[in-house]
């Protein structure tokens, strides 16, 4: 069984970073899509950031230049690392898996998430 688990969130101030670490616990990490994904109380989760299992990475608009996805298969983590940090990133921040080997934009097309870490960023 495949567990996914979220860590690295907290609270800092406006133009702050956070590096979120996301670390599996399968056996074929490496052939996997991975995402990030958030959501603000119980609005729909909101696509953030993927890396395929070949390193392609794709971004949010609004991430791009702030917010850079990279993995280690070795360790089995996928990490976020988020720069000049603004309120309206303030969410619950989730990883997930996508079985196929891409980095889908799409909440249906990932198989296994994690948890979900607290960003919350104050201005």
């Known amino acids: 069984q495949v567990h996914l688990v979220e860590s690295g969130g907290g609270s800092v101030q406006a133009g702050g970073s956070l590096r979120l670490s996301c670390a599996a616990s399968?056996?074929?990490?490496?052939?996997?899509?991975m995402g990030w994904f958030r959501q603000v109380e119980d609005k729909e989760f909101e696509f953030v950031a993927s890396?395929?299992?070949?390193?392609?990475?794709n971004y949010l608009e609004s991430g791009k230049g702030r917010f850079t996805v990279s993995r280690d298969n070795a360790k089995k983590t996928v990490y976020l690392q988020m720069n000049n940090l603004k309120p309206e990133d303030t969410a619950v921040y989730y990883c997930?898996?996508?079985?196929?080997?891409?980095?889908?934009?799409?909440?249906?097309?990932?198989?296994?998430w994690g948890q979900g870490t607290q960003v919350t960023v104050s201005s």
């Open positions: 997930a898996e996508n079985w196929a080997g891409l980095g889908s934009m799409r909440v249906e097309e990932y198989h296994c």
């Open positions: 399968g056996r074929t990490f490496s052939r996997y899509g």
């Open positions: 890396i395929t299992s070949g390193g392609v990475t």
